[in-house]
């Protein structure tokens, strides 16, 4: 027979595998990463093998002391992983028997691969889920307790990057913390369907031992057990979910990371990096790079492509377990570490960059924002002379709050003495209080909204 | 000032130069947002209520509006609305067409609003009512596949993995593997609903609104849950349109799979169904061709609605915060993938509804080297452990492969006694062994079955 004896499935085959093949088709080398969780969920089966009867009380417990000596080879750096270990799945079984022996053999009685590799990721999964949320956390209470610290500051609001309305900087953070407060309860949902054990599925028809799932569920800590088999073995939604949850955020801080990069330019100068999250060039001295804001921006189209990637790999795939699913591991990990990196990075880059208020300020002045002033004029009217006074203003190339009563008077008679009183940026910024605006009183609403929410969130 | 052309506009005030006609067609979204038309009413109508109460319009005023409004909507609805000429988008034409016929009260509507605010109101409205009917939809075919399943629990075939023969299973433990993760589909456009049905009404341009605009009073008036928290991500944010866009990929991506095994089960060489004609066409050239092109085209319109969310979230990397114009291809990304959707749940429903099943193939199919598992853990039940008598069933096996001979399985493994020659017996007994729930034994696929329907009964609509 063949080298059949470090291959979980030898049996039938005669001939020896193509190296190409060998290692075209090994996921060793990335799925060792699930180390620990097939070692839990390989005690968890051990536990529920015996109350099956399938292995004596004494079985049990070698199969037991065997595995976590295994765990401790490998956090401590020393497993030794052999040729013909051809995954994490297959390493684990054959030192398992190089320490105890034949009963070693009696571990995968009723499991598959198939039911092996979803419940080790899931668990992998829901512990890399919780700290991503954690971080998400971090970066958020750091937006919210700036937007606090830094109420007082206006600067230009801006639509189609053109300068709009004035805002409060606040405004501005929060905006952006909304997201990503969305992004943490869509996370929720996300782990919802990732804590489902599927283990007991088998290959693809089920468990024929009478293995207790419900055992094994409160064993890996998993809140429900997976309805159908071949659903549970074959599909990988929750892997697409994550690779989707995390284009989606990193969506999210490319436009925050487009913004901050404009600010930071010297043409805008509201913001500066610290050197802590900057960059030189090997030429230029002058040089000041926001490279930190311009990775986060690039890592939304890497992690986009995993989840495209992916989701092309399971189009019209046919039912059940198919190798192509092994792609699902090298996507899952890096998406996590892409994710993982940025939103730490991220935080620092927000706590530690600094405001220009001046700039920002004297922007406002020498803009020509647009003041609709309101009265008895139906707004379209009223729409219509505001524009022409701005023409006015840029024909004559002064700013907008420099046009003398006469000229507006020629615009429209309702202008009056009391037109003043529009070009006051913070009374500007005050009209805005309905929920939702850029006034103090609805900015302090919105702070308040995500403590509360923060709290509800605390890990 | 401009020409005649500034009084079309919204915007034309400060502008004096015209629109190259290229980029006024560029420009223009009137002819997909149109399709917003009852919405965009809708949202002024709850506008002009809120106008009334912060006292920016009269009553008086309100009524003319309102009446004004009334028969804009009818014009849409009864097929005699007509775009003129300068209409760039449907707010634009709507506003234009209410001052035709309610005079110069009609300019006061937009006080306070935005496109930007106004539009998304709009699409929620719209994508929340499409998000009901494709709901409906997906529950129809859901309870379809459960009826089936009951119905035919008794069939046999084999089940694949790898698309190699694996171990037998039931034919409904197949239709409940799809329906399950059409389940997931609706409990996660359910959660979609949740952020869809959010008010950003009153969020201006994007400071706010500054006119004491009573925002409570719009959310209920437009039943929607929540009003939005910040009004730059209010007006800025397309997530809604995203989500939707990706729970159609993933959907769609389920049918897909369900149109492979289908398609795969219906050749010649599997005959283990058949398509009614109603979803099968032929060939131009070859006679005897039935093809189920039905299913050819639930399973390409995966790529097609992919495409629709990547290019969207390509569209969206790196946006500046708040409004920019890239924002309006959120529209038709929006229209082809809800008419994607619908169509294809209905097609599919139809397909499953009535093809027919082919029994007799199903269980001929059923060949003795798919029990070796059941070979394995005969042993294991005698004693032997698994890995050694997975490998003493690979090679009975393989010797059955070249010897064809039963008697060899004595000759290999002396622990075995000789099969049982009943074959149809045995595969019976092999299925009804997996009985731990979720497996294909008929009490575990009976509690899937009431599960599924008992789940069902909860999302009547």
Request: glycine content about 6%; proline content about 3%.
């Amino acid at each position: 027979m063949a080298s059949s004896g470090t291959k979980l499935w030898g049996g039938r085959f005669v001939g020896d595998t193509d190296p190409i093949m060998e290692k075209f088709n090994a996921s060793i080398t990335y799925d060792r990463r699930l180390w620990a969780a097939d070692v839990r969920g390989s005690q968890a089966y051990a536990k529920a093998l015996q109350t099956a009867g399938l292995v004596t009380g004494d079985e049990m417990k070698r199969l037991l002391g065997g595995l976590d000596t295994v765990y401790e080879e490998w956090s401590s750096g020393h497993f030794q992983i052999k040729a013909g270990d051809e995954d994490v799945h297959t390493a684990n079984e054959r030192r398992l028997k190089e320490l105890i022996g034949e009963v070693a053999g009696k571990l995968h009685t009723g499991r598959s691969r198939n039911d092996q590799v979803v419940t080790d990721m899931r668990l992998w999964l829901r512990d890399a889920i919780n700290t991503l949320k954690g971080n998400s956390l971090q970066l958020i209470s750091t937006m919210v307790d700036r937007a606090a610290a830094e109420i007082d500051i206006l600067f230009p609001g801006y639509t189609h990057m053109q300068r709009a309305q004035p805002i409060r900087w606040s405004h501005w953070i929060l905006s952006h913390a909304v997201a990503l407060r969305r992004d943490v309860e869509k996370l929720d949902e996300t782990l919802r369907r990732v804590n489902v054990l599927p283990l007991g599925s088998g290959a693809i028809a089920g468990n024929p031992l009478a293995i207790d799932r419900e055992l094994l569920r409160k064993e890996l800590d998993f809140d429900t057990i997976s309805i159908n088999s071949m659903d549970a073995t074959g599909q990988r939604d929750f892997v697409v979910e994550f690779l989707f949850w995390a284009s989606m955020c990193l969506t999210h801080l490319s436009k925050m990371a487009e913004d901050l990069i404009l600010y930071s330019t010297k043409e805008f100068s509201f913001i500066q990096l610290s050197d802590a999250y900057s960059t030189g060039s090997s030429l230029m001295p002058q040089k000041k790079n926001a490279d930190s804001l311009e990775l986060i921006r690039s890592k939304a189209g890497r992690v986009f492509g995993r989840c495209a990637g992916f989701l092309m790999i399971l189009k019209g795939l046919p039912s059940t377990y198919n190798k192509d699913l092994q792609e699902d591991k090298e996507a899952m990990f890096d998406t996590y570490d892409t994710v993982d990196a940025v939103l730490q990075v991220a935080t620092g880059v927000v706590s530690t960059l600094q405001v220009c208020t001046e700039n920002m300020s004297l922007s406002l002045a020498l803009s020509p924002i647009s003041f609709i002033y309101v009265c008895q004029m139906p707004f379209r009217e009223a729409h219509s002379c505001s524009g022409k006074v701005v023409f006015l203003a840029e024909s004559k190339n002064i700013p907008l709050n420099q046009i003398t009563l006469e000229h507006l008077q020629t615009v429209s008679p309702l202008f009056d003495a009391d037109v003043s009183s529009v070009w006051d940026y913070g009374s500007s910024v005050e009209q805005y209080s309905a929920p939702g605006g850029t006034a103090r009183s609805s900015i302090n609403a919105q702070i308040e909204n995500m403590r509360a929410w923060l709290k509800t969130h605390k890990q």
